[in-house]
């Protein structure tokens, strides 16, 4: 976790030094630095195992949601043409995940700490001003460091295992550039596609209950680019 955030204050140091050397709005390096309002889902999709006495707990109608979370982020991307790119982001996201409906007041998971390892391939519209863009691609969702909550406690499931998960990525957004020396305003929003397995276990090491989860979360930035 030091090394991530090391990197994540280099990165944003580069981009905020970077306007001394951005002299081509054409090049072929841009960075990003934004802030991301990041909003899971979470929803309960199924529960694939419960012991008998935490399967009596769970009510027919048992459902999750997953807390939103506000993150710096930074974004590093390549133009491998004027209209393609390939980006990459740095950013930790944490967030419980809590009962609704009929398990309302439940707290089942705390702070997951959540790495976004996301790839887009992107493609740049010529507007001959501002520049809009959509993309895709592959994202690994990496858990750290993710607890059970005390009413996972309560009912023997003393600690959590969320499995890392591969999904994918739609993007879309646009650039507007603030001058004529590669400064933009860049305003984007991907949503995320991807399932979680959940896993709880007693204090001998035993699983007790294991779910699955949709998170499709929004991320919906705003921030400075620099191209240079």
Not at 2 to 27: I, M, S
């Amino acid at each position: 976790m030091r090394k991530l955030a090391a990197t994540a204050v280099l990165a944003a140091a580069v981009a905020f030094t970077a306007p001394a050397h951005a002299a081509n709005p054409d090049g072929k390096i841009q960075i990003k630095v934004l802030g991301s309002a990041v909003l899971p889902d979470g929803k309960l999709d199924k529960v694939k195992f419960a012991t008998p006495g935490i399967a009596a707990a769970l009510p027919v109608d048992a459902a999750t949601k997953a807390n939103d979370n506000f993150v710096p982020t930074v974004a590093i991307e390549y133009f491998v043409t004027p209209s393609v790119s390939l980006e990459t982001i740095c950013c930790v996201t944490q967030h419980d995940v809590d009962g609704k409906k009929g398990l309302a007041g439940a707290e089942l998971i705390s702070n997951a700490k959540i790495i976004p390892a996301t790839l887009t391939l992107k493609y740049h519209f010529n507007t001959g001003g501002i520049k809009p863009y959509v993309g895709a691609g592959p994202t690994l969702f990496i858990f750290v460091d993710e607890k059970s909550g005390a009413t996972a406690r309560a009912l023997g499931a003393e600690r959590n295992k969320l499995q890392d998960s591969l999904g994918l990525a739609l993007q879309a957004g646009v650039d507007i550039p603030l001058n004529n020396k590669g400064m933009s305003l860049s305003l984007d929003a991907k949503r995320y596609f991807l399932k979680v397995d959940s896993k709880w276990y007693d204090t001998t090491g035993a699983k007790v209950l294991e779910t699955r989860n949709k998170l499709d979360p929004w991320v919906l930035s705003a921030g400075l680019a620099w191209r240079f």
